[in-house]
């Protein structure tokens, strides 16, 4: 369907991205651009001079080395240098869960954490879990029980559901664990307590908890 | 197509398509992450520069002088457009403030100038560079203080005033009253998506990616703001992360992107920093209503009054928190006003189901007062009080006076009403009976259970819409029509109401939205968008399916579109025949007769709400819910659902946490960030049932369909505060329903 | 946002000393209050110091049977530890009900301690704000501060404290270990870490410059009942009105801190033994000095009746 994105056309504009943004801009701050990632040596930059510095991670399986401006986030870097749109941007401000990304294994707020603090490690965004004709279990799980409306919070939602079931499985408790030392189960207070990061506003959460308690494979 | 007379047996009753739940045609895009959003056009908008908004730092006044030196001169810097240098602008005729401030600031955040650089942290960087020396004149922010001087006021559709009979004399004659007031906050629309537009210039012509529920609207606004031509602008809205409202009208994401691209000579995207959403765009107005209901001892109402005062921006509108209140229930004497004050917040406009969402809150918190007056069940008072004729037609009233109706006693008969079975099937549902009418009385451990229910209501409003219907030599059906989608599912249904009406199946139609290029719709608003656009594309339907027989040379008459094929008789040709020298395309709209003059069209419900409230803390969670709905055919049980659900949810916020908290000294909502301004988590909501009643509306559309997404929030929150009141014997009137508000008058804790 | 140049040493010392070094440098951990405050210029830097690689995300036992936590330990490690959660499961459950699964993914044991306030006018920086900018005026006291704090506030500041991890470590007697530029440790203990408002509300613990934490330490356990009691609007995702943590033993003594009531976590251990005589004594000794607002005055007796609710759930 012409109105929907497409995947390979996303990928090669990733590239062109990667490049324009190379390009662009002003030249870097020589020293902090080469002190970044070693330790000591900084020197504090002129007053509004932009710092670059060098941040080489995988993303949904694919390495990148990036230069980026230093204030650059994580999400931002996602979005805007790598074309990876899937992570959404509701708050800036870790209010929301739009923009959850797992890294190394665990959901983290994309907004609130600098791309060059994550050198060397493994993303996965929205885009790594499954595609629109290769879906992973929880986004098919998400159309079936139309665990979404607008649809803007809905990746933030699917990667913090695929991590949180990981937390579960890993033994770790929750606000609503009734005892700390005994392994949690996924109950429904439990999910929903460990959901309450992603805010839909368009309230789908009683058919997102549906989604994700198929996916886990225990009733709601 | 003109649709003036009650719609018969069409190819939509054959029911193949529509009324099943299918999933979204959308689902696999936005689940992973490929549907792309106004900010996100990478792929047609390869190389943007980057706008950063900043809003003005006092409510009113004037800008004295800015600094822009700094700015200017700060890395990556292209462009910063303020009122000095924008050139003339005008301002779009939904808009109360202006998109862009300066020298006169009308509220806190208004934009006042938009900064161009070539990346978003040079942007924002820049921006905060500007220094500017205001003029801080004051203002009024304070509605309860401005009620004294507020002024009658239109609202939607009718006068400002409206009266049937002689209420003063009836209620004061009345055995059993209630006269209480009741007040709900100013409350923002909080969607996921901030306002956002990716803006680029072709020579005089306009393209706008932007965020935008009503896109004929828009290019109107744009072009007006611009003062350019409408044909010069083009807006694109192809997916939309919610809006409620928000985005019915052009905002300064759009105004300021056009602005800054054309004075960076570059295609710009910006989106507002989510703590402008709160201040710089719309917001649902605060209230403060008095209703008064008299009624004899055996529960029939004789009196009802319901006044509302809200505030907004020097020219703006009211809540119409007492519309409702002209329609739902039986009285013979009955009186509304509406009154609107002067305020300097920001402008208070439409927030889903303007008027009935924040009446209801009011109106059936009152109704389950004077039900316990009367030592009445709640559900058996609002039976009793239910009428099949709109007791107070405003709207004839309005044609004599612009303020005070005159007395008349309409005959003006609701299409479908099942407001009573609404009740009954929820009643049985939800285990009403078990139910303690005695409030406090409830315990389940720490918690003190209570059980609330309120009526549904929200009007049905009929909007003519257009689209473009075309086979394709494959015989694929492509549906284009400026039909927006903002979560409510339109892609999906209109996909069926095309596969329905062309006898293909879902997989075989292609749904194209959101662009200025394809026929105008009823756009998404009121909860007017499903039935009007989806009636549209039927009405476009019935002319490529006469283009169709003709080409094949049948009767279109007696052809039937089913199977992917035309059959008369025992004949069938495959549909892609007809386009075999080249695709089919037919355009065409609905319009509409005086049915919905003839006939009040609405929606109906009733919500049922279980809460438990901590005995020590009084912390309110809800246990339960479940609403039960009649609103016409259902064209996807599904996706309806959906929109129920959601706006129960909404409810829920409004009921227990959400506030715009005024700084009546600044003038400003002081909670402009979504940690501030609590919308309910998913911890917040339990399981949600929707009920369905059967039902079909002939008067509202050939698809018999009405809205559903705004009747789904009216009367939740006031559900919830019943059921806290039947959990606590305290009663809150004042939104939100919170435990600093019970604290002191709950039991001792031990 | 302004920029600001970036490096990330290897060891604390280097890290310390790059601090001591660079004028407006600042550490960075998770970075979830620190960003969002640079992203509003409430916070300033010039120079971010990448704390995240240090080896500081280890939780050791101590020779003298507590434990020893790096500051780097992400928030859901730290809660979900076996050890914590058996010994002192006020922790585990005070961190459980901050934040959100992302964000105590990301957050870390110093950082947490050092979170600002979040009074909504501390984060408007067109608003005064003494915090903010000293003498600039309090636009809370006479403004929105139905959560802001009842207790040793002052004229300059009202603010709470925002941490519910705090509040625990307060009530563990735990201690903050730094080391400094020149390579010196330090040991505060976490009473006199965080400091009240009085005229300098910008000055909110006795860390000092370029100091940077590398350990919080906790005695050993203590026994007894352990209960936090976060009391909210909204069922998650949402920062205290008031929280209740308490450790109670079989005969009714025991401890109580206060969280989202003051400009540091809320304990006054004179108040802690009135504790088998009831909620009302203790909350009548700990909030003896409370001068709240109109808006915040529920928090008087909320406190109370919470108290109650958990020391209620300890006997039980």
Known sequence: ?220 | MKFDTPATTNPIDQLKVIGKPLDRIDGRFKTTGTARYSYERHDVVPNPAYGHVLGAAIAKGRIKSFDLAAAKSAPGVLAIVTADNAGALDKGKNNTAKLLGGPEIEHYHQAIAVVVAESFEQARAAAQLIRVDYQDDGGSFDLRAGMADAKPAKVLGGPADSAVGDFATAFAAAPVQLEQMYSTPDESHAMMEPHATTAVWDGDRLTLWTSNQMIAWGVGEVAKTLKMPKENVRLVSEYIGGGFGSKLFVRTDAILAALGARAAGRPVKLTLQRALVFNNTTHRPATVQRIRIGADKDGKITAIGHESWSGDLPGGKPDGAVSQTRQLYAGANRMTATRLAVLDLPEGNAMRAPGEASGMMALEIAVDEIAEKLAMDPIEFRILNDTQVVPDNAKEASKESQTVGSASKSELPFSQRQLVQCFQTGRDRFGWAKRNPKPGEVRDGRWLVGLGVAAAFRNNQLTKSAARVRLEQDGRIVVETDMTDIGTGSYTIIAQTAAEMMGVPIDKVVVLLGDSAFPVSAGSGGQWGGNNSTAGVYAACIKLREMIAQKLGVNSAEAAFTDGEVRTGARGVALADAARDGALSAEDGIEYGDLDKKYQQSTFGAHFVEVGVDAATAEIRVRRMLAVCAAGRILNPKTARSQVIGAMTMGVGAALMEELVVDKRRGFFVNHDLAGYEVPVHGDIPHQEVVFLDETDPMSSPMKAKGIAELGICGVAAAVANAVYNATGVRVRDYPVTLDKLIDKLPAVG | MKPFSFERPNTPAEAAAAAARVDGAKFVAGGTNLLDLMKLQIETPTHLIDVNRLGLDKIEASSDGGLRIGALVRNSDLAADQRVRRDYAVLSRALLAGANGQLRNQSTTAGNLLQRTRCPYFYDTNQPCNKRLPGSGCSALHGFSRQLGIVGTSDACIATHPSDMAVAMRLLDATVQTVNGAGAERRIAIADFHRLPGDTPQIETTLQRGELITAVTLPKPVGGKHIYRKVRDRASFAFALISVAAIVQRDGTGRVALGGVAHKPWRVEAAEAAMPRGAKAVAEQLLAEAMPTEQNAYKRPLVERTLGAVLAEAKG
């Not at chain 1, 959404?88 to 983290?108: F, L, M, N, P, Y």
Request: charged share 15%; net charge negative.
């Open chain 1, 1 to 220: 369907m012409p109105t929907f994105g497409d995947l390979k056309l996303s990928r090669r504009d990733m590239l062109m991205g990667t490049a324009a943004t190379l390009a662009l801009g002003n030249a870097p701050n020589t020293a902090s651009a080469q002190d970044a990632g070693v330790s000591g040596g900084a020197v504090a930059l002129a007053a509004g001079t932009p710092s670059l510095a060098k941040v080489s991670f995988t993303v949904n399986g694919a390495a990148h080395d990036l230069n980026l401006d230093t204030r650059t986030t994580l999400l931002d870097a996602l979005r805007e240098h790598l074309h990876l749109t899937g992570s959404k941007k509701g708050c800036d401000q870790g209010q929301c869960g739009a923009c959850t990304v797992i890294v190394e294994g665990r959901r983290i707020a994309s907004c609130l954490s600098l791309a060059v603090m994550h050198q060397g490690d493994a993303i996965t965004t929205i885009e790594g879990l499954g595609t629109p004709d290769n879906m992973h279990p929880m986004q098919a799980a998400f159309v079936k029980h139309d665990g979404y409306q607008c649809g803007y919070c809905t990746p933030g939602q699917i990667c913090s559901a695929v991590a949180m079931l990981d937390e579960i499985k890993a033994g770790m408790p929750s606000h609503v664990t009734a005892d700390l030392e005994a392994t949690p189960q996924l109950t429904n207070a439990e999910l929903r307590e460990r959901m309450s990061g992603n805010i839909c506003r368009c309230g789908a959460y009683s058919n997102i908890a549906e989604a994700i308690t198929e996916v886990a494979g225990s009733p709601a």
